[in-house]
């Protein structure tokens, strides 16, 4: 089988043709970059997962991480690999150059983040949560947490984490009973527990830094009440020593999938010496983790279309060497059997892995472009890019995350019964890929974040640039003949979606804020689909220009392989929509009537 998991022609034409990463250039942040930057850094990523990374794809799946006397053991690679991303700035790629970070575009980290996790999902949590947290620190952070903690986090010595569940309160942040009681000498006692806290401990790194949730005693109830704290695993001494902190691994979980990156529990203050340090002010903690999170999610994201990646690819070859049957149209047994790839059905499924990982990639890539023009500017355009930002993160989240599970499993299709058996990574892929639409936030969450809180922010501002965002490209395609059709389908899709949600808004007006949200996520499913449909008819405007070009026999296949899939998005995928828009213009609260009583058997 081919080692392939990503196609870095699909990234460059996102980066460059669709989505014109080198106009970050004309911001000062990024003004030494040029696409001779980013081709180098590409090619190193590439280099590194290729090397380091795919390599040990299945063996960590195999030797999965394990507690022993108190630690927890990960495979030795993630030692090199701790090192490996941290010397080759990896972890800070996006950070400031003042404290180690590269100031590249997250458009161009992001890309390269993409291409780790096709190669070895499992090893990107280590990096990926240790830049998060270590970005946390520099936002919100003292001078002195910034001095102490960054430089080691971004080297690699150090991991980073987010630790918000607990047993009792997964989703409901407030409902948290972790407690910090102050003390005199700087810092609080922490006690309480963590759970599903992803590598929450690992001998791969020197120590682990917690970005913790905890309520201060006496803080207002709920989510009002929660500040953030940095509580490390190991706490530096006056001497400049390290010692423990009282942060206990009660429990490494055993995992479907994720298998090579350790998830664990966390007992804190089990001897009432957990030392936790306020990072901001107190009681402002969700606020701050916000910034982490949101950043996960697309993270999620972004790993599950990375997945996908190396699934589709690892089905396209098998479909072109798999030889099975004849054409319906050739029933001579004496004829030699095609490639399945001939086969229209199998087509269909591959078509579909198409749409999803690169539809799916370029909304990615969106959402990280309005992130790095957000994050630079302070003016109305910046405040619009992180308006858009914000209200297509949940569908950024959750639409790689449930579409890329069926992605995968097609591609176990085409395989048939050697899918489904360890000698393919499709079984491997396929359990990877099923965290997604639970960690960081649900799918059900992300669902009432999105028609609960982003549809109707400030008025429904956010909702109304998505749809001038939609309107632009809608206009921009429309005087294009081989796109009109299309950019008319388009047109009607946001007609419906605009419908539905006037609808669901009359709902709340009449006070039933249950029955509004009942089927939020049937709305989120619906609103990803106009989404990606957007986003395939912006590569479809990229890819009729470049093949009105004057462009080489590989590029026309290319482009026309483009035009080809947005097609086939626009004609198969957009249209499940209508059956949506169906049942969220009716109004008959059937989840929520059926009583618990009624599931009785």
Not at 19 to 38: F, N
């Amino acid at each position: 089988m081919s080692e392939k998991f990503v196609s870095r022609r699909n990234l460059e034409f996102l980066l460059y043709e669709t989505h014109g990463v080198e106009r970050l250039s004309s911001l000062a942040y990024y003004e030494d970059h040029t696409r001779e930057t980013y081709q180098l850094v590409l090619d190193t990523a590439q280099k590194l997962a290729r090397e380091l990374l795919y390599p040990y794809l299945g063996e960590m799946d195999k030797k999965a991480p394990y507690l022993e006397s108190g630690s927890v053991k990960v495979h030795p690679v993630v030692k090199n690999m701790m090192k490996e991303w941290g010397e080759g700035g990896w972890i800070g790629a996006s950070m400031p150059y003042e404290v180690g970070g590269q100031q590249l575009p997250s458009m161009v980290s992001t890309a390269c983040n993409f291409i780790f996790a096709a190669a070895n999902f499992s090893s990107t949590g280590f990096p990926l949560l240790t830049s998060g947290a270590a970005h946390l620190v520099l936002s919100f952070g003292s001078e002195d947490m910034k001095e102490t903690y960054i430089p080691r986090m971004l080297a690699g010595e150090w991991q980073g984490t987010m630790a918000l569940t607990e047993p009792q309160a997964g989703s409901s942040l407030s409902d948290i009973v972790t407690r910090a009681e102050p003390t005199d000498q700087g810092y609080y006692k922490i006690r309480g527990q963590k759970i599903f806290i992803s590598a929450g401990d690992h001998d791969g790194a020197e120590n682990v830094i917690h970005m913790m949730i905890a309520k201060i005693k006496g803080a207002p109830p709920g989510v009002k009440g929660i500040s953030l704290f940095l509580v490390p695993k190991k706490r530096i001494t006056t001497d400049g020593s390290l010692e423990s902190n009282d942060v206990t691994v009660a429990t490494v979980y055993h995992k479907l999938g994720y298998r090579g990156c350790p998830i664990t529990q966390l007992s804190l203050g089990e001897n009432d010496d957990c030392r936790g340090y306020l990072v901001g002010e107190a009681n402002k903690g969700l606020s701050y983790m916000f910034q982490m999170m949101n950043e996960a999610r697309l993270g999620v994201g972004m790993q599950a279309t990375a997945i996908a990646s190396a699934a589709y690819y690892t089905a396209l070859e098998y479909a072109r060497e798999r030889p099975q049957g004849r054409k319906p149209s050739g029933k001579d047994a004496t004829l030699p059997q095609i490639p399945i790839i001939e086969h229209a059905d199998v087509r269909r499924m591959l078509l579909f892995q198409r749409a999803v990982v690169e539809g799916s990639l370029s909304l990615i890539l969106q959402c990280c472009m309005y992130a790095d023009l957000a994050r630079q500017r302070d003016d109305e355009q910046g405040e619009r890019h992180a308006l858009l930002l914000d209200i297509l993160t949940p569908v950024a989240k959750a639409y790689p995350s449930e579409t890329g599970i069926m992605s995968v499993s097609q591609g176990l299709q085409i395989l048939g019964g050697y899918g489904y058996c360890q000698e393919f990574p499709l079984e491997q892929y396929y359990r990877d890929i099923r965290i997604h639409a639970i960690h960081e936030g649900t799918t059900g969450i992300q669902a009432m974040d999105l028609l609960g809180r982003k549809v109707l922010y400030k008025e429904g501002k956010a909702l109304k640039l998505y749809f001038e965002e939609l309107q632009a490209s809608i206009n921009s395609a429309a005087p294009i003949s081989e796109l009109k059709p299309y950019s008319d389908r388009l047109k009607d899709a946001v007609e419906a979606i605009r419908k539905v949600t006037m609808g669901r808004i009359e709902v709340a007006m009449k006070g039933n804020i249950e029955a509004f949200l009942a089927d939020a996520s049937l709305y989120l499913e619906m609103f990803g689909l106009v989404t990606i449909a957007w986003q395939w008819l912006v590569q479809g405007a990229a890819a009729q220009k470049g093949l009105d070009g004057n462009c080489s026999a590989n590029d026309k296949e290319f482009y026309q392989g483009k035009l080809h899939t947005m097609k086939y998005f626009f004609h198969y995928e957009l249209p499940k929509i209508q059956g949506l828009a169906a049942r969220l213009m009716e109004d008959d609260s059937l989840t929520l009537n059926m009583s618990e009583d009624l599931f009785r058997d």
